[in-house]
């Protein structure tokens, strides 16, 4: 995707990395960008604004009025041009202010502003970024949908190594075409996910579960969140948390919650994608109160578990895409095929618990996207978000 004719206003802060903001000025404007560069008080000391005009072919902004001429610089003007605002360097300082609103400098006032989505890549000392604030400032931050683009590891200007360093200008620009490239891809849709096992109970204290652990189901929600989708995400019991705006969350035990939840939300999405370890059985009979142990042996009798995709494969009206997935130990491709049909899903996802490193609690996985023409694509390990990526590619439309 072309960043060509998007406006990118370019926050630089102050830390060491700021050196490197001269070369991601210099890559967007090479790709046809234009960058207006708001810089803060300490950037100036790590980068000259001289330099940053020479490169962006633009005065730098630095503070709320021109000292000489009284001329007033407008964030709010700022907030409305940029198509993307990208902080890089961003220091535990700034992340802090961002995270709380404390509006002290043009770059945050021009932050608060901004009608465009935010990108940040933070920079600083491994025992910064490791700091409980700093990872708390960051979860704050993509709640309110800003993108954060991890540090990487390495040697740091303290000549300490771990994660701190900025990432690098060439990473920085694939991150903005990426973004460009997928955003808007899927606006205006609405995606139905399932995710997570879910717990059939037996009595108060036990339950039939799996191990599934939501990894794969989130990356999805995300990454569908991410392409300007509005997602429905319906969780069974996991410990993973969800940041973006465009996720509505609700959250199930039982494959009884999960099917009431999904039946009610189908009717108004364009696509689902049924990710959840759902239990095929539930006990026939909950016990109210704990089961005592007894010496001899014990039963519990089973009943089937209303089958979820199948039942919105039942209701699924023209235009409605349904993507299943199998998670196989053998005649994988066949049984896969088979639950496909069954279920009227338009594509189904094949993972296998012989491939190591794939299906549950990984955070990778390795699929098989099989569609109903009987077309197979296969896909090597991957991590989770990346697969993510591969299914919504697949099934949902490729990225503009
Ligand atoms: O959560 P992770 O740890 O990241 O692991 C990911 C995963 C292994 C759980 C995921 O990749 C996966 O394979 N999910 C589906 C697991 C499964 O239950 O497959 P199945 O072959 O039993 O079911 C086939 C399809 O029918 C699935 O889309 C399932 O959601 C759906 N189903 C099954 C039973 C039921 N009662 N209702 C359903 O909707």
Redesign the pocket.
């Known amino acids: 995707m072309s960043i060509k004719g998007k406006h990118i206003v370019l926050g630089i802060t102050g830390s060491i990395a700021a050196y490197k903001a001269a070369s991601l000025a210099r890559l967007l404007i090479r790709e046809g960008a234009e960058v207006q560069v708001v810089i803060t008080p300490s950037g100036k000391e790590f980068i000259t604004p001289v330099t940053l005009s020479a490169l962006t072919g633009k005065p730098v902004v630095s503070e709320f009025f021109t000292a000489n001429d009284g001329t007033w610089h407008s964030h709010v003007d700022l907030g409305l041009w940029a198509d993307l605002m990208l902080i890089a360097p961003a220091t535990a300082a700034t992340l802090g202010k961002m995270a709380n609103g404390i509006a002290d400098n043009m770059l945050i006032t021009t932050y608060l502003s901004m009608k465009a989505a935010v990108m940040v890549a933070p920079a600083m000392d491994l025992d910064m970024f490791a700091h409980p604030s700093t990872t708390r400032n960051i979860e704050i931050l993509k709640s309110y949908g800003n993108i954060i683009i991890e540090p990487a590891a390495g040697e740091l200007a303290s000549h300490l190594i771990g994660k701190g360093r900025m990432e690098e200008p060439e990473k920085i620009v694939e991150r903005v075409r990426d973004f460009f490239g997928k955003q808007d891809s899927l606006s205006k849709k609405k995606v139905l996910i399932?995710?997570?096992?879910?717990y059939e109970k037996i009595d108060p204290v036990r339950f039939i579960g799996?191990?599934?652990?939501?990894?794969?189901?989130?990356?999805l929600a995300e990454e569908c969140a991410d392409r300007g989708a509005e997602v429905v995400l319906i969780a069974g019991p996991?410990s993973l948390s969800v940041s973006h705006p465009n996720i509505k969350r609700i959250d199930v035990e039982s494959?009884e919650e999960?099917?009431q939840a999904?039946i009610s939300e189908f009717p108004t999405v364009d696509a689902a994608i049924?990710?959840?370890?759902?239990?095929?059985y539930r006990p026939q009979e909950q016990a109210k109160e704990k089961i005592k142990r007894k010496s001899d042996e014990m039963q519990i009798s089973l009943v089937?578990?209303?089958?979820?995709?199948?039942?919105?494969g039942e209701i699924k009206k023209e235009g409605q895409v349904m993507?299943?997935?199998?998670?196989?130990t053998n005649n994988e491709v066949e049984?896969?095929i088979g639950?496909m049909k069954k279920?009227k899903?338009d594509y189904?996802?094949?993972?296998s618990l012989k491939d190591s490193g794939?299906?549950?609690?990984?955070d990778t996985?390795k699929?098989s996207i099989l569609d109903e023409s009987g077309n197979k694509t296969d896909f090597p390990l991957k991590s989770?978000t990346d697969v993510a990526k591969d299914i919504i590619d697949c099934c949902l439309g490729r990225k503009k």
């Not at 578990?305 to 039942?311: F, M, V």
């Not at 993507?323 to 196989?328: D, N």
């Open positions: 399932t995710v997570g096992p879910t799996n191990y599934s652990s939501g990894k794969m189901g989130f990356a996991v494959a999960m099917y999904s049924l990710c959840a370890a759902v239990a095929d089937p578990n209303k089958d979820i995709a199948a039942s919105l993507v299943g997935f199998a998670l196989e049984n896969a639950k279920k899903l189904i996802v094949l993972n794939a299906g549950f609690r990984h996985n699929v989770k």
